[in-house]
């Protein structure tokens, strides 16, 4: 990959007027780089990379679902304890006042 970067740097250094289609019949389509870049790779790289790519993936995967478990459950308990504000009904418990004497 740096070599590629390093050629197509240096043709721009040569050709600072180069356009995208000089670009692509001088080193190709973009398909094409990709695809000769993964025929060139390591397959034990390109296993790694995969295999650490999966478990990011199943880590953020797992935190969402954490989160989502979490909300849950606080929302339904907010539900549960504001019930009766819902239905419109408000029960006021009143005590009370101790007497006190006065001048």
Excluded: C, W
């Amino acid at each position: 990959m740096e070599q590629m970067q390093e050629s197509v740097a240096q043709y721009f250094s040569e050709n600072p007027a180069a356009t995208m289609s000089d670009l692509t019949a001088k080193f190709g389509t973009p398909d094409e780089i990709a695809k000769s870049f993964l025929e060139e790779a390591d397959p034990v790289v390109l296993g790694k990379s995969l295999r650490y790519g999966r478990r990011i993936f199943g880590a953020v995967l797992a935190v969402i679902a954490l989160l989502a478990v979490v909300f849950s459950i606080i929302f339904f308990v907010d539900y549960l304890e504001n019930e009766g504000y819902r239905r419109g009904h408000y029960v006021e418990t009143v005590g009370e006042i101790p007497a006190t004497t006065l001048n």
